[in-house]
């Protein structure tokens, strides 16, 4: 058992001003915002400008957890960044927000998980805080999914938004404390479900950029019933190994997947609906940093409290799947 405990010091969050509306969409491929509403719950995301990247999102994020939790940058000893959409294929994304923020001998390094990366990023975190190997962690998951984006394909282009979102584990001495539990998984069987070709297995090409195979590919209906799946097979999975009912958990924050995936899991649970909290409709699916940018607007929204519980819950490309428990 652990000696420490992990706190969320602090939250931050960061999105482009740029609004893309489903109106906007339907001047770019055959949809419309009655058809995108009903299937997805979303009505806008936000993309990032020219000079908006993954890393400038992510390092305002952090700037604003950082001061959500009264620290300099110098008080952090690592920086573990969820993200697909790295500012470079090397060096890492952590790397350029540690020297961002005036870092020169700090920790930092990128998890890829997809839509789990900040849960998978929070995990790795976690253990690192409770150990009592670190005492102060920045966490991230930061995105700029409009850059793999195909804006024709009216399947996926619908779906993605851009933004960041931060928190700061703390050391704290009640091991009861802070990130309680979480488990990770992993089935690579299913990664033609969700996936983007360029790579080692796909060399950037002039024939792949003619046939716009640098852009992701998703097959909605199977991602549909796996993470419907996961969902409930998460909640229940939290619920049990922390010994929770429905009434001692405060708030699920779950990826921002698609609202009717989120709508179908809770009522075969029997949640209450109130406790779930969802904002799709305004940024839609920002793959790893849905989870810290809504835990953050929860926040500051003043829906959690000190000693609230809070489940998180994320799936994604890989396949992968998380999920945590939380005590603030």
Same mark, same amino acid.
């Given at each position: 058992?652990?000696?420490?405990?992990?706190?969320?010091?602090?939250?931050?969050?960061?999105?482009?001003?740029?609004?893309?509306?489903?109106?906007?969409?339907?001047?770019?491929?055959?949809?419309?915002?009655?058809? %995108?509403?009903? +299937?997805?719950?979303?009505?806008? +995301?936000?993309?990032?400008?020219?000079?908006?990247?993954?890393?400038?999102?992510?390092? =305002?994020?952090?700037?604003?957890?950082?001061?959500?939790?009264?620290?300099?940058?110098?008080?952090?000893?690592?920086?573990?960044?969820?993200?697909?959409?790295?500012?470079?294929?090397?060096?890492?994304? $952590?790397?350029?927000?540690?020297?961002?923020?005036?870092?020169?001998?700090?920790?930092?390094?990128?998890?890829?998980?997809?839509?789990?990366?900040?849960?998978?990023?929070?995990?790795?975190?976690?253990?690192?805080? &409770?150990?009592?190997?670190?005492?102060?962690?920045?966490?991230? $998951?930061?995105?700029?999914?409009?850059?793999?984006?195909?804006?024709?394909?009216?399947?996926?282009?619908?779906?993605?938004?851009?933004?960041?979102?931060?928190?700061?584990?703390? &050391?704290?001495?009640?091991?009861?404390?802070?990130? %309680?539990?979480?488990?990770?998984?992993?089935?690579?069987?299913?990664?033609?479900?969700?996936?983007?070709?360029?790579?080692? &297995?796909?060399?950037?090409?002039? =024939?792949?950029? =003619?046939?716009?195979?640098?852009?992701?590919?998703?097959?909605?209906?199977?991602?549909?019933?796996?993470?419907?799946?996961?969902?409930?097979?998460?909640?229940?999975?939290?619920?049990?190994?922390?010994?929770?009912?429905?009434?001692?958990?405060?708030?699920?924050?779950?990826?921002?997947?698609?609202?009717?995936?989120?709508?179908?899991?809770?009522?075969?649970?029997?949640?209450?609906?109130?406790?779930?909290?969802?904002?799709?409709?305004?940024?839609?699916?920002?793959?790893?940093?849905?989870?810290?940018?809504?835990?953050?607007?929860?926040? +500051?929204?003043?829906?959690?409290?000190?000693?609230?519980?809070?489940?998180?819950?994320?799936?994604?490309?890989?396949?992968?799947?998380?999920?945590?428990?939380?005590?603030?």
């Amino acid at each position: 058992m652990s000696t420490f405990g992990a706190i969320i010091a602090g939250t931050g969050s960061a999105l482009p001003s740029k609004r893309l509306t489903n109106d906007d969409l339907a001047k770019m491929v055959d949809t419309n915002d009655e058809w %995108i509403t009903q +299937r997805t719950g979303i009505k806008e +995301r936000r993309i990032a400008a020219e000079g908006e990247t993954t890393g400038t999102l992510g390092l =305002e994020a952090a700037k604003k957890a950082l001061a959500a939790a009264s620290l300099s940058p110098k008080d952090l000893d690592l920086i573990v960044c969820g993200t697909i959409t790295p500012e470079m294929t090397f060096p890492s994304t $952590g790397c350029f927000i540690a020297r961002d923020l005036g870092l020169n001998d700090t920790p930092a390094f990128d998890v890829q998980a997809a839509c789990s990366g900040f849960l998978f990023a929070l995990d790795v975190g976690a253990q690192y805080v &409770r150990s009592g190997r670190h005492r102060n962690v920045l966490v991230l $998951g930061t995105e700029t999914i409009s850059r793999l984006t195909d804006y024709t394909d009216r399947g996926s282009c619908i779906l993605f938004g851009d933004g960041a979102g931060a928190v700061v584990l703390q &050391r704290c001495d009640d091991p009861d404390r802070g990130w %309680i539990y979480g488990s990770l998984h992993a089935d690579g069987n299913g990664s033609h479900m969700l996936y983007c070709p360029p790579g080692s &297995r796909h060399p950037i090409s002039k =024939e792949m950029i =003619e046939k716009r195979q640098q852009y992701m590919k998703i097959n909605g209906r199977e991602v549909y019933k796996f993470a419907v799946t996961r969902f409930e097979e998460l909640i229940t999975d939290a619920m049990v190994k922390c010994n929770l009912t429905a009434d001692k958990v405060s708030m699920i924050i779950p990826h921002q997947v698609n609202q009717r995936i989120i709508d179908s899991a809770i009522t075969k649970l029997g949640f209450p609906m109130e406790k779930v909290f969802v904002n799709i409709e305004k940024y839609g699916n920002t793959s790893s940093a849905s989870v810290p940018i809504a835990l953050d607007e929860a926040m +500051r929204a003043g829906r959690i409290k000190h000693g609230d519980v809070l489940i998180f819950v994320a799936f994604g490309a890989g396949l992968t799947w998380a999920n945590a428990v939380v005590r603030i």
